[in-house]
C-alpha cells in the first residue's frame, strides 16, 4: 500500500460546483496533515493544515478520521481560480523533524 | 515573511559539470529538505536537514550532495550528473520540534536541465 493515495482525477467541474478530494494514508504514526495546491511549474503552497476537529476557512473544508487513516478536502463554490493540482501531504511521523510524503496529486479544472 | 528564496530558477548543464543549487530561509526554522518533482508527479523526498545535521537522506545517488552552512542556508551540489536527473529541484523549510504542525514552505524551485 502506499503511503499517501489519493483520488486520481482529473476532475472537471463547472464553476460553482461543489468537489471533494479524498485521500487515505498508511502510517498510523502519522501526526501532521495538509492539502497543498500546485499550480502548473510552481512550487507547491500550503492550502490548509488538516485538524482533528476538522477545519474550514472560507470554501474549503478540510476533514481527518484518524481511525480510518482518511482525509477529505471539500470546495465549495468553485471558481475558475481553484483551478489546479491539489495534493494530500502526510508528515512521515516519530521523532522531533517531520517529512513530507506526498500524495500523486488530484488535477481540477473549473470550467465557466 | 514566508519566503524560502532558490537560486538559481533555471539551470542548464551537462554531464561532466558541477554545479550547486542554493536555498535560502530567514523564518527561524531549524529543518530544511530538498524534493526533486518529475513531470505530472509529485515532489519525492531527497534529503532532510535538522539543526544542521543531515537527518535523512532518501538513498540519494552520491552526484548529489546536500550541505547546510548554517540554520539559514541550504545548499545542493551536483556533479556527473545524468539526463533522467533534469527536474525541478524544490527546497522547503519548517519548524523541526514535536508537536507543531510542521508546515512546510517551499521555494520556488529550480528547474534543471542536464544536457
Known amino acids: 500500500r502506499k503511503e499517501v493515495e489519493q483520488d486520481p482525477g482529473p476532475f472537471n467541474v463547472p464553476e460553482g460546483a461543489t468537489v471533494a478530494f479524498n485521500c487515505t494514508y498508511s502510517n498510523s504514526a502519522s501526526q501532521s496533515f495538509f492539502w497543498y495546491r500546485q499550480d502548473c511549474r510552481k512550487e507547491p503552497k500550503l492550502l490548509m493544515s488538516v485538524y482533528s476537529s476538522g477545519n474550514e476557512d472560507g470554501r474549503f473544508t478540510a476533514q481527518l478520521n484518524r481511525a480510518s487513516q482518511y482525509i477529505s478536502l471539500l470546495i465549495r463554490d468553485s471558481k475558475l481560480s481553484d483551478s489546479a493540482t491539489y495534493l494530500c501531504v502526510v508528515n512521515r511521523g516519530g521523532g522531533s523533524q517531520g517529512n513530507l510524503i506526498f500524495g500523486k496529486g488530484t488535477k481540477l479544472s473549473v470550467k465557466p | 515573511d514566508t519566503e524560502v528564496t532558490q537560486t538559481p530558477k533555471h539551470l542548464v548543464m551537462g554531464m561532466t559539470n558541477k554545479k550547486s543549487l542554493k536555498c535560502e530561509q530567514h523564518m527561524g526554522h531549524r529543518a530544511m529538505y530538498w524534493y526533486k518533482q518529475k513531470a505530472k508527479k509529485p515532489p519525492e523526498l531527497m534529503f532532510v536537514y535538522s539543526y544542521e545535521k543531515l537527518s535523512i537522506n532518501e538513498s540519494v545517488p552520491s552526484r548529489f550532495s546536500p550541505e547546510c552552512p548554517n540554520s539559514s542556508l541550504l545548499n545542493l551540489h551536483l556533479h556527473a550528473l545524468q539526463p533522467e536527473d533534469s527536474a525541478l529541484y524544490l527546497c522547503?523549510?519548517?519548524?523541526?520540534?514535536?508537536?507543531?504542525?510542521?508546515?512546510?514552505?517551499f521555494g520556488q524551485g529550480t528547474r534543471l536541465t542536464v544536457v
Open positions: 522547503a523549510s519548517s519548524q523541526a520540534y514535536a508537536g507543531e504542525m510542521l508546515r512546510a514552505f
